[in-house]
């Protein structure tokens, strides 16, 4: 297991890499966003990147388009110092898997990287379909309404877990644990920005993600019934 860490702040770098080593997840830094996009798209083995979003040459949101544009699916977990709303879900739609606001418990920050590793070597399946979406789990590409859609990773994951339930009730607690791979409620919105973003995504397909209040979500194809809210 190696994670890429890309912080400019050479001394919470070195805090960074020496404690998540001690914790048996070996480190890789770099500095700069260009050394991170040289990295990640002409060698990527690493298990997961820890990515800043400000560095000092590229911003880390180019960083992760880059990324995800050249077709990496090494999960990434955001480290950030802009805690509105509106920075987070922005780099959830570029294609990050988890964020971390600055300042962190580093306790969480390993638990959340170990969450994300497990998640990355969880099983595969076979093609997944119900209604008009089918999800192939060795692409990142789906097909919605016969037309191919591009997802992040963890936009992926959580669409194919919803296909496997298909019309049955899937738990918050289920998707923290299944998609996540968190044992532990986050305290975030992370599933409702998740699922907004799939749903912007899937607008044109007639298989609808429902919200069952109090629950948690489902997936109704057109022709069926639908008595709870959207």
């Known amino acids: 297991m190696a994670v890429l860490l890309v912080e400019d702040n050479a001394r919470l770098s070195a805090s960074l890499a020496r404690g998540l080593g001690e914790c048996g997840l070996p480190v890789e830094a770099v500095r700069t966003g260009l ?135 899937t738990t918050r607690a289920e998707i923290l644990a299944e998609v996540f791979g968190y044992d532990f409620d986050p305290g975030t919105n992370l599933i409702d920005v998740h699922i907004a973003h799939l749903r912007r995504k899937l607008a044109a397909s007639t298989t609808k993600i429902e919200t069952v209040r109090g629950m948690g979500f489902r997936l109704r194809a057109d022709g069926q019934p639908g008595d709870v809210g959207a």
């Open 35 to 169: 050394a991170a996009i040289q990295r990640l798209t002409g060698r990527c083995d690493a298990d997961a990147v820890i990515l800043d979003l400000g560095l000092p040459d590229v911003d880390g949101l180019e960083v992760l388009r880059a990324a995800r544009d050249a077709g990496v699916i090494v999960p990434v977990l955001v480290l950030t110092a802009r805690d509105a709303v509106r920075s987070r879900v922005e780099a959830l739609d570029r294609g990050a898997d988890d964020y971390l606001v600055k300042p962190f418990a580093f306790e969480e920050l390993v638990a959340r990287v170990r969450a994300l590793v497990r998640r990355a070597a969880a099983p595969r399946w076979g093609a997944l379909a119900f209604g008009d979406l089918r999800v192939d789990p060795a692409s990142p590409v789906v097909r919605a309404a016969g037309k191919e859609v591009s997802l992040s990773p963890r936009q992926h994951t959580l669409l194919s877990h919803l296909v496997r339930r298909g019309a049955d009730t």
